[in-house]
């Protein structure tokens, strides 16, 4: 969990394990290539359509991670449209540099607190 966020960000619940994970893993699987993206929003409406069940979009990138971590889904990125599975190693790649690219700037966002919270308040 991370800190300040602890109820969004807790550990999947068994609902989460045994029902929409693998729902989820099961519709990505088929989103081969950058032409069949599917956004996050069309993704919980089809889930929601077939289980009944809203998934906020903090819990989707909480079994997103699941997913990605535990490699049940192979080279699945992500862009501003969606997520997909890379055919091309590029793709792999360019996720892979957007990445630490967001760790850089949450990197910097941290130093800059860490030097404001030693000065007086």
Known sequence: MITNFEEITEELNDHEKAVLLPIMVRGLKTKIGKENIISQAEACEKIEASTGYKI??????KLINVIRRA??????????????????????????????DRI?????????????ATEKF
């Open 104 to 116: 850089d700037a949450i990197e910097a966002v941290k130093v800059a607190l860490i030097n404001q």
């Open 71 to 100: 490699g049940l889904v192979k080279n699945l990125v992500s862009s501003s449209k969606g997520y997909y599975i890379a055919t091309k190693k590029i793709e792999a790649w360019k996720n892979i540099q957007s990445l630490q």
């Open 56 to 61: 906020s979009s903090v819990r989707w990138r």
